[in-house]
């Protein structure tokens, strides 16, 4: 099995910033993924965080708005930039290949 | 579209009962169907993934089978504890990605 770290647990901004979220494997995984999920709704994906190369970026989510970070086989950011209001939600961060593990997300609120 | 959908939505159960979730699916092509139990504030964490020729696995208290015929798949939990209220999800992997339910959020009751 795989257990992921998030950093930070959770946050207040304001609006027009930006939040860097991090997230480590303790072991290499393949595939890492990016998710968003508002309260009471399930998971939405952002993105696919390949190692190595640009993100795969869902219908809805782009890259100048979530820039994605994949240095290695165990570690991947998430920026959220230019936050509004809308953005407050959980960032969940997920690895594996054929098991997906996932983090304790990241809450996040924008004043 | 791929879509996955729970019922129901919520329900509540006293502690010691039994109580059945129920997923339906269209992913396709279809690798796997996974149960995730999410505690408040927590990821979701794994209770059972199952394959196409796999109908029932069991996880302790928690038994899911699988219809791939139908493209129907039930959580099973037996003797509920207070510390099975959570959100349930059913997630199908089809090539890559996972298509998410919208959770049946459990509540057991002392």
């Known amino acids: 099995s795989a257990v992921i770290s998030q950093k930070p647990s959770r946050d207040i901004c304001q609006r027009g910033t930006s939040l860097t979220i991090q997230c480590q494997v303790d072991?290499?995984?393949?595939?890492m993924f990016w998710y968003r999920q508002q309260p009471g709704q399930s998971l939405t994906l952002i993105a696919t965080a390949n190692q190595g190369s640009e993100a795969t970026y869902e219908s809805g989510f782009v890259i100048d708005k979530f820039p994605i970070s994949r240095p290695n086989l165990t570690f991947s950011t998430l920026t959220v930039s230019n936050m509004s209001p809308e953005d407050s939600s959980i960032y969940l961060c997920?690895?594996?290949?054929?098991?997906?593990?996932f983090g304790p997300g990241t809450r996040l609120t924008v004043t | 579209k791929n879509q996955v959908e729970q019922s129901p939505q919520s329900l509540i159960i006293l502690e010691g009962k039994n109580c059945t979730l129920q997923c339906n699916y269209t992913v396709s092509p279809f690798s796997n169907l996974r149960w995730y139990k999410q505690d408040t504030g927590r990821g979701p964490v794994s209770l059972t993934i199952m394959t196409f020729s796999e109908n029932t696995k069991s996880n302790g208290r928690y038994t899911a089978t699988l219809d791939a015929d139908t493209k129907q798949s039930s959580l099973h939990i037996t003797a509920s504890q207070l510390s099975d209220s959570a959100s349930y999800i059913c997630?199908?992997?089809?090539?890559?990605?996972?298509?998410f339910g919208a959770g049946t959020t459990v509540t057991v009751r002392a």
């Open positions: 072991s290499q995984v393949t595939m």
């Open positions: 997630v199908v992997r089809g090539d890559y990605k996972l298509s």
């Open positions: 997920s690895g594996g290949d054929y098991e997906q593990y």
